[in-house]
C-alpha cells in the first residue's frame, strides 16, 4: 500500500501560480503511475495529469495543457503539480491518485490509492 498527502493548495488570484506536492509513503512511489484529478463543488471528480512511473511520459487533459506541468522525483517519493496562469475555473479540491501499474490512466476508478486533497481557491 501507499499513503498519499497532498499540499500546496491556496487561494490565489487569477493569473497566479501555485505548485501542488503529493508526498507517498510505504512502499516506494517509483512503483506507482501517478495522476491528478480535481473536484469543483457539485461536479464530478476531473481528471488534470498523469506521469509514468519513471516520470518519461505525460498526458493532460486539455483544459490544463500549457498551463499546468505535472513532474516526480522518485528520491523524494514526491509528485508535483506546477500550476501556472491560474483561472477561477480551475478552483477546486486537488487529488492526488496512485495506481500500481505502468498504464496512464485518465478514469477515476482505475487508481487504488487517493490522498485527502488540498483546495485551491483562485480568484476573478
Partial sequence: QVQLVESG???VQAGDSLRLSCAASGRT??????AWFRQAPGKEREF?????????????ADSVKGRFTVSRDNAK??????????????????HCAAKY????????SRYAYWGQGTQVTVSS
Fill in 9 to 11: 493548495g491556496g487561494l
Fill in 29 to 34: 512511489s517509483s512503483r506507482y503511475t501517478m
Fill in 48 to 60: 488534470v495529469a498523469t506521469i509514468s512511473r519513471s516520470g518519461g511520459d505525460l498526458y493532460y
Fill in 77 to 94: 517519493n514526491t509528485v508535483y503539480l506546477q500550476m501556472n496562469s491560474l483561472k477561477p475555473e480551475d478552483t477546486a479540491v486537488y
Fill in 101 to 108: 501499474d505502468a498504464i496512464l490512466s485518465t478514469t477515476p
